[in-house]
């Protein structure tokens, strides 16, 4: 029985995995900017995330104090979705994904700031590997440099708002959490569309029907159900597990996007060298690191 469980829940956390790849081709698919694309994606997830609350009956109650880390969080979370949307429209989707595998080379940087740990040295060599994948990327994409810095900056947020977050989740219900999070991210980009962009004409709405029918399987399925969800898959899996198999997104994420659009998301060889390069270093980090937890916790053990 136990074993069904663990079946169904790799199973499931592969169609997460899925889901997350497929984010990328409905940001190409959706022709609005990216700073809009993500208020209605926020908008429209905390409606439905609200509604799930209500549903199960989860008290939306914090602690005051709680309340301005949920807004640096969701600022934090909202910027790195722009920036990856913004990336995808400035380049495709293959460099978009790429860029974004280097967040565990930040994460490295990250968290020892967050958790006053001392780097690891293996962090370092697999630091310098990655940024020798993004030369390659680089050298053979030079036309999508804007799209690779806005990969690069989004790859930055998304680490550091996984490090902030994987405290409050160990304290507050996850749901509440991001509708808390969603909420301040729409409140931030409404002022932004209002102080630096074109406001809240009719236009900005009128987008068209195509346009709705995506953000609102985004919004749905790619946000809200993929975060509930993943919620209930790490009940049942290790977190290695989990983030092992989370960086296999670009994989999922480039392979659909060159056969949804060939023409454009077909590379040169030499930025599958640069992304290989760069996946493979992603992996070997989460390997390292849960050996080196392994490893960690069986010298405590000694020790008592």
Same mark, same amino acid.
């Given at each position: ?8 829940? $790799?199973? $499931? ?38 509604? !799930? ?7 939306l109650i914090v602690p005051g104090q709680a309340i301005f880390q949920f807004i640096i969080a969701g600022i934090i979370i909202a910027l790195h979705w722009i920036t990856f949307f913004a990336s995808i429209k400035a380049s495709n989707i293959s460099i978009a994904l ?13 968290? =020892?700031? #967050? ?19 993004? !030369? ?34 160990? #304290? !507050? ?12 991210? #729409? ?22 029907? =195509?346009?709705?029918? !995506? ?16 919620? $209930?898959?790490?009940k049942h899996l290790s977190p290695f597990t989990v983030v092992l198999s989370y960086n296999l997104e670009p994989i999922y994420g480039i392979s659909l996007a060159v056969i949804f659009f060939p023409t454009t998301e077909k590379m040169s060889f030499s930025f599958y ?13 989460? #390997? ?17």
């Amino acid at each position: 029985m136990m074993r069904d469980v663990k079946l169904r829940s $790799q199973l $499931q956390l592969h169609l997460l995995v899925f889901i997350a790849g497929f984010t990328g081709i409905l940001g190409e698919l959706i022709t609005i900017s990216a700073v809009n694309l993500v208020w209605f994606r926020m908008l429209l997830a905390v409606i439905l995330m609200y509604a !799930y609350a209500k549903y199960k009956k989860i008290s939306l109650i914090v602690p005051g104090q709680a309340i301005f880390q949920f807004i640096i969080a969701g600022i934090i979370i909202a910027l790195h979705w722009i920036t990856f949307f913004a990336s995808i429209k400035a380049s495709n989707i293959s460099i978009a994904l790429a860029m974004f595998s280097t967040g565990a080379f930040f994460a490295s940087l990250v968290e =020892p700031i #967050i958790f006053k740990r001392r780097i690891i040295g293996y962090e370092i060599l697999l630091g310098l590997a990655v940024f020798g994948g993004v !030369y390659i990327i680089t050298d053979a994409a030079l036309h999508f440099i804007t799209g690779i810095l806005l990969g690069i900056v989004s790859a930055f947020f998304s680490t550091l708002f996984a490090v902030l977050n994987g405290r409050h989740v160990l #304290i !507050y219900n996850a749901t509440v959490l991001s509708i808390y999070e969603f909420l301040a991210g #729409i409140i931030f980009i409404t002022l932004w569309i209002s102080i630096l962009d074109e406001g809240f004409s009719f236009g900005f709405f009128d987008i068209g029907l =195509p346009n709705y029918l !995506y953000l609102i399987i985004l919004a749905s399925v790619c946000t809200a159900y993929a975060f509930i969800s993943a919620v $209930q898959v790490m009940k049942h899996l290790s977190p290695f597990t989990v983030v092992l198999s989370y960086n296999l997104e670009p994989i999922y994420g480039i392979s659909l996007a060159v056969i949804f659009f060939p023409t454009t998301e077909k590379m040169s060889f030499s930025f599958y060298v640069g992304a290989f390069i760069i996946l493979c270093t992603v992996l070997l980090n989460a #390997i390292f690191k849960r050996r080196y937890r392994v490893k960690a916790n069986r010298f405590s053990d000694d020790e008592l």
